[in-house]
């Protein structure tokens, strides 16, 4: 199965980093719902190969924004995920945010 990332126009495109975006694939597959995810949870909601996904674990895992729960077998985002929306969040008006 190919994934969202392999069949995008631009992969053709000299800027555009595949690898990046399938780190990001893989970061954005975990949700409110499905906190712990397995490798082959991440294959299939990614659609990248499971090699990819180890690798891909592994290197999240060795920057801190994945943990991996042995007891069950599962990823997890690490709480230092935050620190890439805290920029972005420390610069929203709260005024904004708190209206109707």
């Known amino acids: 199965m190919k994934s969202d990332i392999d069949q995008c ?3 053709k495109d000299r800027a555009f980093i ?3 975006a399938r780190g990001f694939a ?3 597959a975990f949700s409110p719902e499905r906190a712990t995810l397995s ?3 991440l ?3 990614t659609g990248l190969p499971k090699s990819t996904i180890t690798r891909l674990t592994y290197t999240l895992i060795k920057l801190g924004y994945l ?3 042995e007891d ?3 990823y997890q985002l690490h709480p230092r995920i935050l620190t890439l929306g805290y920029p972005v969040l420390a610069q929203v008006d709260r005024r904004h945010v708190a209206a109707p």
Request: no cysteine.
């Open 26 to 28: 893989v970061l954005t």
């Open 43 to 45: 294959s299939r909601k």
């Open 9 to 11: 126009d631009d992969k």
């Open 67 to 69: 943990t991996f729960r």
């Open 18 to 20: 595949a690898s990046l």
């Open 39 to 41: 490798a082959g949870d």
């Open 72 to 74: 069950i077998g599962h």
